[in-house]
């Protein structure tokens, strides 16, 4: 009587943990389908964001060419690890500082215009940098 109490007992173990066990793949495929998903939209906003950077950048190039060669060459030169002396560092110090004084005076200027853009800039000839006015 015992065995047989214990066969049914087993029985109903068995039954259980297979229930347990589909509902335990279920949810396994529940979770690769929501992994899938979310890597597909991952996916999709990575790809929006680097055309977007894309665009930014083409539109950089055409309206600041020179600016853009100074800072991919600033920036292969500190990958390539040339920031090592002492003289560098210092020449870095000055260029920021410069960077930092042309940048506090343009926007200096276009508070004082009324916030010009860059596109009321208009070029009256002559050299580089020369000839401008604001209007």
């Keep these: 009587m015992e065995e ?19 509902q335990g793949q279920q949810r396994l495929v529940q979770g690769g389908r929501q992994i899938q998903s979310d890597v597909q939209q991952l996916y999709s906003h990575v790809r929006a964001t680097s055309e977007d950077f894309e665009t930014y950048l083409t539109e950089q190039v055409h309206q600041r060419p020179y ?9 292969g030169y500190l990958l390539g690890g040339g920031l090592s002396s002492k003289l560098t560092l210092m020449a870095f110090g000055v260029v920021t500082r410069f ?6 005076r343009e926007m200096a200027t276009r508070a004082a215009t009324g916030g010009a ?12 940098g020369e000839g ?4």
């Design 99 to 104: 960077a930092m004084a042309l940048a506090a």
């Design 4 to 22: 047989n109490m214990n066969q049914a007992s087993n029985g109903a173990d068995f039954q259980s943990s297979q229930r347990s066990g589909a």
């Design 67 to 75: 600016t853009v060669l100074g800072t991919a060459a600033a920036v």
């Design 117 to 128: 853009d860059a596109e009321s800039v208009v070029s009256t000839g002559g050299g580089p």
């Design 132 to 135: 401008r006015q604001w209007h």
